[in-house]
């Protein structure tokens, strides 16, 4: 199974700051099926991205992914308060769909 | 809107079995996949199975395969997870989630259930 890797653990900003969230795979992922998703404390998980660097419906437009192959990123361009959470990438291009460790993004 | 409710959460001693539900509301649940995806607490996401729109395919991560069964009536609206000889490494909360975009049985998920946690003690 393809393993993700996500850097860094914690991610410690202030908001207004830029933030830049990595998804390594272990191997190709097929056609960038790579999601995104946010995680708050006691809440479900909520799609943020498809496809790799498509916005689900209703995301707001600091969230921006991109990436290709085995490399991937999150980018949150300016962070607001509700956007400290915990995020994980999620590879669905092969069997069994597989998710990262995630990272935690923490006010600073 | 769309809604995804699970059910059926408690406490279960080892080897014992638990079945969990998730009503479905605010769309075509006979058109969707759907999957269950657990996470132990303090702990990351694990895909647990799927099953597809039509209940014709039905897969599951290596670590349930034999344990669980997941299964759907499409005349209730309603996603089941059938476990039987539960662990205490399956402690966990379970969610229900719909399947938005797929790769075979493997898909990305658009809306989630707010989850029911399972804790496998003695």
């Known amino acids: ?108 | 809107q769309v809604q995804l409710v699970e059910s059926g959460g408690g406490v279960v001693q080892p080897g014992r079995s638990l079945r969990l539900s998730c009503a479905a509301s605010g769309f075509t649940f006979s058109n969707s996949g759907m999957h269950w995806v657990r996470q132990a607490p303090g702990k990351g996401l694990q895909w647990v199975a799927v099953i597809w729109y039509d209940g014709g395919q039905k897969y599951y991560a290596d670590s349930v395969k034999g344990r669980f069964t997941i299964s759907r009536d499409v005349s209730k609206n309603t996603l089941y997870l059938e476990m039987n000889s539960l662990r205490v490494e399956d402690t966990a909360v379970y969610y229900c989630a719909k399947a938005l975009s797929c790769s075979g049985g493997s898909c990305s998920h658009d809306f989630w259930g707010q989850g029911t946690l399972v804790t496998v003690s003695s």
């Open chain 1, 1 to 108: 199974e393809i393993v993700l890797t996500q850097s860094p653990g914690t991610l410690s900003l202030s908001p207004g700051e830029r933030a830049t969230l990595s998804c390594r795979a272990s191997q190709s992922v097929r056609s960038n099926y790579l999601a995104w998703y946010q995680q708050r404390p006691g809440r479900a998980p909520r799609l943020l991205m498809d496809g790799a660097s498509s916005r689900a419906t209703g995301i707001p437009d600091r969230f921006s992914g991109s990436g290709s192959g085995t490399d991937f990123t999150l980018t949150i361009s300016r962070l607001e308060p509700e956007d400290f959470a915990v995020y994980y990438c999620q590879q669905y291009g092969s069997s069994p769909e597989t998710f990262g460790q995630g990272t935690k993004v923490e006010i600073k």
